[in-house]
């Protein structure tokens, strides 16, 4: 992993989580457990709070070190979910079928 790169909790493997502030690797397997049981994704920062031991004091600083992948800021309208709402529009007004 690249010094400035970001790790992204939606995909990163425990090891790479433990690179985050206040996260040890009890803690990181505990997050890949959570994301497994919650569809693969976890969708806000707050859901971390949920997992048990979860650093919420670091909350800050692991944000500024961390994304959530693709499930931040997805709506419904976003041409990837497309196919799970028939008859929606993407946003350049094109049909999916």
């Known amino acids: 992993m690249k010094p400035l790169e970001k790790v992204d909790i939606n ?27 919650h569809g693969g994704l976890i969708h806000d920062w707050e859901e971390l709070l949920n ?5 919420a004091d670091r909350m800050e600083e692991i944000k500024a070190r961390a994304v959530l992948g693709p499930a931040e800021g997805k709506t419904s309208t976003e041409p990837s ?3 799970h709402f028939p008859g929606q529009q993407s946003r350049k007004g094109n049909r999916k079928p």
């Open 81 to 83: 979910l497309l196919h």
């Open 11 to 37: 995909t990163a493997a425990g090891k790479h989580l433990t690179g985050l502030p206040g996260v040890t690797i009890d803690i990181a397997r505990r997050i890949v457990a959570y994301r497994k049981r």
């Open 51 to 55: 997992v048990n031991g979860f650093p």
